[in-house]
C-alpha cells in the first residue's frame, strides 16, 4: 500500500526529540511496543471482521466478485485518468 506523507525527515525528527524530551529515552521502547501492539490487534480485528462478512456473504449465496468488479473499473478509470492528465502536466 503507497500511503504518502506530508512531513519531512526533518520534521519527524523533531517529533521524536520532543518525544524523547517528554517521556524520556527509557519510556521511548516501551511506548513504540504498545504502539506496534495496539496496531497489530487493529490490524487482526479488521482482518477478522473481513473474514466473517465474506463468510456471511457465502453462506447466504451473496456473489462478492462484484466488490472485485467494482474496483477494477475504478482502477482502470484512474489509469485513464492519469494518462490524460500525464500529457497536461507535462505541458505545464
Aim: proline share 2%.
Amino acid at each position: 500500500m503507497n500511503i504518502p506523507f506530508f512531513i519531512s525527515g526533518a520534521e519527524i525528527g523533531f517529533i521524536v526529540f520532543i518525544i524523547v524530551m517528554v517521556f524520556g529515552a527509557d519510556k521511548v521502547p516501551d511506548i513504540a511496543r504498545g504502539l506496534g501492539k495496539g496496531m497489530r490487534t487493529l490490524k487482526n480485528a479488521t482482518n477478522d471482521i473481513k473474514t466473517e462478512i465474506t463468510k456471511s456473504a457465502d453462506k447466504q449465496g451473496i456473489n462478492t466478485d462484484i466488490a472485485k468488479d467494482v474496483k477494477k473499473e475504478i482502477d482502470d478509470a484512474k489509469k485513464h485518468i492519469s494518462e490524460i492528465t500525464g500529457s497536461v502536466k507535462r505541458n505545464l
